[in-house]
Structure formats: structure tokens, C-alpha cells
């Protein structure tokens, strides 16, 4: 009997031991009244004719302990003290106790994921690494005000204070999304329903870099396939970040969910960002307010043509871009800016030629995933523009072999240095600073552009201090491409496009941004004057045969996008400006 007795109380402790101990409460509180009615009733009959009215006065005891009697009979007055403290003990102290426990069950169970959350068309994140708090961050600068759920081993205190001090960083408040941090598994059913994840509009599934890349993508995967099973509109985005190109491959590969399921491979995007710092002077600085919510950034429009949409809005630069149109604008309430009749500049501009033909010479520093995706970049600008490109790398970060390539190159007008991706992060950046110090007195002599690539944005002010001409912050691009296409999956393939350059056919003719030397690239005398930034535009566009869009001026170092009422903005262009194009 003992040991049934001692089993039940086992499982049921396991089971739902706040039940137990509630039942428990209850049951020795009778079993005290019980005991203390008749205890009563036994004592003094006078007071109590039958024991259903000593029941009555000692349940007054219980529940009051104002109830006791100093007429009474000694042994009663005691009785009913022994179980009035007992009972602030047991009973009141033991409800306390027990609803202040039920309490902090749920505020512990809300922050491990397993209450269920109601919303809809918000954000969910899976995972946490180094890009996670740029990327909330991103959210919170945004004019409309965001929900996001994350599930990760990252507590809510650790990661609330690394996006405060991300924010600090950046020196901006956050005021634009509510933000719920779970510790739980993203492989866990119950955490992603309680997430919402079925009613979530994006899904973003981060890269643990805390394993190697094969084993990273599988964890991915494995997410990104629970994820699917769970979601039940095609509406849904889910966007996974891969460190292999077979991974983003397999993704791509999937009928099923084809234009739905976004794979994000930084080592590719960014080697054909860092290509272009390399070809094309000053556009990091275009790149960098395009992929942020900090000035112009693409939007989608209801879908016309590129040259209708031109003529009929006054305060955006339109796109038209396999089969949707997009536009660079300040906001989206731009987008709503139409004139009352179409516009088109009647004035003709003669171009030129803009690529002048001569060759670069660069030399790379620096291990890095990011190397076959910016030598294949490299090639495919050869074989469009017909320009040369002579570029070298040296992997090995020990002075020795830095010296002998800076001694071995003669002719060095790049020096790029790429931060290897494969270092721990108390360690990332490591190489890029140590190469910096070697070669920053070489570079200064010689006069050679200087190009750094870095992932933890705390060193980007340690590099601008080496006269260095473009500071590039890998994790800081990926966090903005993905806070964009969370927002429009569409913008994935038009940023796929803009980086990556055509192989020289007319067939895959795809625009790219490029920024032009105003005298190399108009036959005009400067300074030229424009009534207005639409003016210029719309003129540029039909003198080029319908193929090149004015995007913004780059005047004494200073790259100014055009936003805002286009028609009522006047441009002058001098000769040493260059102009930021989309060009085909």
C-alpha cells in the first residue's frame, strides 16, 4: 500500500506537481478544521450543541484570524490559536505562495517560448549570431513599427543589451518594433506555433556560426523544412542564410517553394559588392544608402512600363526589372506622387563612351569564402567592358609574405584586404588590422587605393584612421538586404541583378549600377544646369536609347542619391563630378 501510495505521488509530481501541492494545501487545511471542530465540540458542548456548529466556528479561525474569543474556555481559546497560526502558515502563507509561483511559471514559460503568442504579419527569427542585432536594429529604424519574435539559446537580457548597444553604436533610438526574445530550439514544434510562425509574414533563419559551414547548413536546412511544414500561406517568406553555394543551390532547386524560400549567401553577395568597390569609384558610398532605410532605397511599384512609370511619377527613379517595377525613392509615400500629366524632357544629351580601357592592377590580402565570387565578378566586368584587370592574392598573414608581395608588384593601384571569415569572433578582423599596419606607409607613398573589408562594425573606425578609401562592413550589407526583402521577397532577384555583372551577351542584359566621370562620359560644357532633377533624368534616359537611369551626383567626394519632389529640385553638374547610373 506504501509503496502504491509512493508511486502515485511520484508520477503525479512529475506530471503536474503545482496541482499536487495545491490539492496538498487544500487537503491538510481540512483535515485541521476537522481536527479542530471536534476538538472543540469535545471540550466545551455548552458553546457548541452538536459538531456541524463547531465546524462553523473553526472554520471562522481558518479564514479570520480576527475571530478569536477571550470568553471562551481556556482549552478552546488555545485551540483556536493553534490553528489560526497554523493556518496564516499553511493556508494563507501557502495560496500566497502557490499563486506567486503559478506567476513567475508563466513569466519563465513566456520567455522559454511556450506561451502561445498572437499575432500575424510579423517577423520571426531564428537563431542568433554577430548580424542579429544590426539586423533588428534595421526593423527599428523603419517608419512602420515592426513585431518580432526570436528563438534562440540567446537569453532576453544578453540579447536586449547587445541591440541597445548596437543602437548605441549607431547613435540612434529605437521606438519602432516590440521585440520578444525566447530561449528555446528552432527545431521544436511547440516553440515555432507559440512563435506564430504559421501566421509570421517573414521567417528568417540566421546561420549558427558556431559550427563549421557544411554542418551550419545542415542545421539550416533541417529549420527551414520544419518551417515549410508549418506555414500555410504562399505569401509567407522564408529567408535562410547558407554558407555553402550547394546549399543555396539544393534551395533554389525547390519547384515547390521556388520564389518563396529566399537563401542568402553572404560569400556570394558580398564578393560581388567588394568587385564593384574595386571597379567602380564611390559606389560603397550609393550601395550603402540603397541596401539601408537611410535615405533612398528601392520600393515596388504596381507594375508599367519603365518609361511610362518615368514620366508619370514626379519623386522616385523607376526600375523595371523581370517583370516588376521598381522604384529608388525616399519612402513609400513617394510612391503615391504622380503628376497630372505625363512628363518627358525634350532636351538632347550627346554621351560618350564612359570606360576608359585601362587596366587595374590589385592585390588581395586575406583568406576568404568571398574569393571565387569576386575573381568570377572580376572576369564577367572584363568580358562587358573589354577593361583589364590584373589581380593577386596573397592568403598568408604573416609579415614576412606581405612584404614580399608588396615587393614582388610593381604597379599596384589597389591594395583590398578581406577579413577571414573562418576566425573565431573574439578574433575576426585580426588579419585586416595587422595587414593595414603593414602596408599603410607603402600605400600612403605610392598613392594606392586602399579597400578594407571588416565584420565587426567596432573596428570600422579603427580603419578610417590608415587613409584608407572604403571601409566595407560585410555583416552590415547582409543585415540591410535581409530587412528589405523581409519587407518585398521581389527585391531578392533586382539585387541579385545590380550586383552581379553580364557576361557580355545582349541576351542576358541585366542593369547594374556603375558611377560615370561627368566629362568622360557627356560631350557638353560645364558647369550644365538643369531646371530640375527630372529634367536630367528623363533627358539621360531617352538620349541613351531607353538604357540608362540617372540614380544621383557624386560632387567633391560627397554622393548625393536623388530623392524627394524630383521636379522641383534643380541640378548643376560640374566636370570633376561623377554620376551614380543604372546602366545595361
Given at each position: 500500500m506504501f509503496h502504491a501510495i509512493r508511486k502515485w505521488l511520484s508520477v503525479q509530481s512529475a506530471k503536474n506537481a503545482h496541482l499536487l501541492i495545491l490539492l496538498g494545501i487544500i487537503a491538510f487545511n481540512v483535515l485541521l478544521w476537522l481536527t479542530a471542530s471536534l476538538v472543540a465540540y469535545l471540550i466545551d458542548e455548552g458553546d457548541f450543541p452538536n459538531y456541524g456548529a463547531a465546524l462553523a466556528r473553526s472554520i471562522a479561525w481558518l479564514l479570520d484570524p480576527g475571530t478569536y474569543d477571550a470568553t471562551t474556555p481556556f482549552a478552546v481559546r488555545l485551540t483556536s490559536v493553534i490553528v489560526i497560526v497554523t493556518a496564516m502558515v499553511t493556508?494563507?502563507?501557502?495560496?500566497?505562495?502557490?499563486?506567486?509561483?503559478?506567476?513567475?511559471?508563466?513569466?519563465?514559460?513566456?520567455?522559454?517560448?511556450?506561451?502561445?503568442?498572437?499575432?500575424?504579419?510579423?517577423i520571426v527569427i531564428l537563431n542568433w549570431n554577430s548580424e542579429a542585432p544590426e539586423l533588428i536594429c534595421d526593423f527599428g529604424f523603419r517608419d512602420d513599427k515592426e513585431d518580432i519574435v526570436v528563438?534562440?539559446?540567446?537569453?532576453?537580457?544578453?540579447?536586449?543589451?547587445?541591440?541597445?548597444?548596437?543602437?548605441?553604436?549607431?547613435?540612434?533610438?529605437?521606438?519602432?518594433?516590440?521585440?520578444?526574445?525566447?530561449?528555446?530550439?528552432?527545431?521544436?514544434?511547440?516553440?515555432?506555433?507559440?512563435?506564430?510562425?504559421?501566421?509570421?509574414?517573414?521567417?528568417?533563419?540566421?546561420?549558427?556560426?558556431?559550427?563549421?559551414?557544411?554542418?551550419?547548413?545542415?542545421?539550416?536546412?533541417?529549420?527551414?523544412?520544419?518551417?515549410?511544414?508549418?506555414?500555410?500561406?504562399?505569401?509567407?517568406?522564408?529567408?535562410?542564410?547558407?554558407?555553402?553555394?550547394?546549399?543555396?543551390?539544393?534551395i533554389r532547386a525547390d519547384a515547390t517553394h521556388h520564389g518563396q524560400v529566399i537563401p542568402i549567401l553572404a560569400g556570394e553577395l558580398m564578393g560581388h559588392l567588394i568587385a564593384q568597390t574595386i571597379l567602380v569609384p564611390k559606389i560603397n558610398d550609393a550601395y550603402s544608402e540603397i541596401f539601408s532605410y537611410e535615405g533612398a532605397e528601392f520600393y515596388e511599384l504596381p507594375f508599367r512600363p519603365e518609361d511610362e512609370a518615368l514620366g508619370l511619377y514626379s519623386s522616385l527613379i523607376p526600375v523595371e526589372e523581370k517583370g516588376h517595377t521598381f522604384a529608388l525613392a525616399e519612402g513609400q509615400k513617394e510612391l503615391s506622387k504622380k503628376r497630372k500629366k505625363p512628363y518627358a524632357s525634350a532636351r538632347k544629351l550627346v554621351l560618350k563612351e564612359p570606360l576608359t580601357g585601362e587596366g587595374r592592377h590589385v592585390v588581395v590580402f586575406g583568406k576568404s569564402s568571398k574569393r571565387p565570387y569576386l575573381e568570377e565578378s572580376i572576369r564577367l566586368f572584363s568580358l562587358d567592358s573589354g577593361e583589364k584587370t590584373d589581380i593577386a592574392f596573397v592568403e598568408e598573414a604573416d609579415p614576412s609574405a606581405i612584404r614580399k608581395a608588396l615587393s614582388d608588384l610593381s604597379g599596384i593601384d589597389t591594395i583590398l584586404i578581406l577579413s577571414d571569415d573562418s576566425l573565431p569572433e573574439e578574433r575576426l578582423d585580426s588579419n585586416v588590422l595587422f595587414t593595414l599596419l603593414l602596408i599603410k606607409?607603402?600605400?600612403?607613398?605610392?598613392?594606392?587605393?586602399?579597400?578594407?573589408?571588416?565584420?565587426?562594425?567596432?573596428?570600422?573606425?579603427?580603419?578610417?584612421?590608415?587613409?584608407?578609401?572604403?571601409?566595407?562592413?560585410?555583416?552590415?550589407?547582409?543585415?540591410?538586404?535581409?530587412?528589405?526583402?523581409?519587407?518585398?521577397?521581389?527585391?531578392?532577384?533586382?539585387?541579385?541583378?545590380?550586383?552581379?555583372?553580364?557576361?557580355?551577351?545582349?541576351?542576358?542584359?541585366s542593369y547594374e549600377i556603375y558611377t560615370y566621370g561627368a566629362k568622360e562620359f557627356l560631350e557638353a560644357t560645364f558647369p550644365l544646369a538643369f531646371a530640375s532633377i527630372s529634367e536630367f533624368v528623363s533627358a539621360l534616359y531617352l538620349s541613351s536609347d531607353k538604357r540608362i537611369l540617372g540614380l544621383g551626383v557624386i560632387h567633391e567626394g560627397k554622393t548625393c542619391l536623388f530623392k524627394g519632389d524630383l521636379d522641383k529640385k534643380p541640378l548643376t553638374i560640374e566636370e570633376d563630378d561623377r554620376l551614380v547610373v543604372i546602366d545595361k
Open positions: 493556508f494563507s502563507g501557502g495560496i500566497i505562495a502557490y499563486v506567486a509561483s503559478v506567476f513567475s511559471s508563466i513569466i519563465e514559460n513566456s520567455k522559454k517560448g511556450r506561451g502561445k503568442l498572437y499575432l500575424d504579419d510579423h528563438i534562440s539559446d540567446v537569453d532576453n537580457e544578453a540579447a536586449q543589451r547587445q541591440i541597445k548597444n548596437k543602437a548605441f553604436e549607431k547613435g540612434k533610438r529605437l521606438t519602432r518594433f516590440d521585440l520578444i526574445v525566447r530561449t528555446g530550439s528552432v527545431f521544436s514544434e511547440a516553440a515555432l506555433d507559440a512563435a506564430g510562425v504559421k501566421d509570421a509574414r517573414t521567417v528568417i533563419i540566421l546561420r549558427d556560426e558556431g559550427i563549421p559551414g557544411e554542418d551550419a547548413d545542415i542545421l539550416s536546412l533541417k529549420a527551414m523544412m520544419m518551417v515549410l511544414s508549418m506555414i500555410r500561406r504562399k505569401e509567407e517568406t522564408v529567408i535562410i542564410e547558407v554558407a555553402r553555394k550547394e546549399t543555396a543551390d539544393v606607409d607603402l600605400a600612403k607613398e605610392k598613392k594606392i587605393k586602399v579597400i578594407v573589408e571588416i565584420l565587426n562594425q567596432r573596428h570600422q573606425e579603427i580603419a578610417q584612421k590608415y587613409d584608407v578609401e572604403n571601409v566595407i562592413v560585410s555583416t552590415t550589407y547582409i543585415s540591410h538586404m535581409i530587412t528589405q526583402i523581409s519587407e518585398n521577397r521581389n527585391l531578392f532577384p533586382l539585387f541579385e541583378d545590380l550586383l552581379t555583372y553580364d557576361d557580355g551577351t545582349n541576351e542576358n542584359a
